[in-house]
């Protein structure tokens, strides 16, 4: 019985170790988010319902689902205009104008800027 535990306990460890390198591989963005685009805000449940970004420059915003690295959707902002993602409404809005309305799947969602 103790070599068959002396045995076991290294696979285990390489197992474990394997899982969380290929865990780790996983990127924090979809491909379709620059690498250069900053992260601005996220949320996750039980947190903020609301995220919010206020452009300091022109450039160009991008929503993601954390939960499955998708993009929600993306579009172009000014200096001062107000980013906001309603995630129990659905709703993505640029200075209260609605620019995305759909059911959102998942409730962690973060977003992106890319300053032009």
Known sequence: MRRLQ???????????????????????????VPKDAIHQAGGYPGE???????????????VTDAWDNSLV????????E???????????????RVVFEKPMRHTDHWIFFLPS
């Open 6 to 32: 002396s045995a076991v306990r290294p696979a285990f460890f390489v197992v474990m170790l394997v899982v969380a390198l290929a865990g780790g591989c996983r990127s924090d963005r979809p491909e379709s």
């Open 48 to 62: 903020d319902r609301h995220m919010r970004l206020i452009a300091d420059r022109d450039g160009t915003f991008y």
């Open 73 to 80: 959707c993306t579009g172009a902002v000014h200096a001062g």
């Open 82 to 96: 107000r980013v906001i993602v309603d995630r129990d409404a659905g709703r993505v809005t640029v200075d209260d």
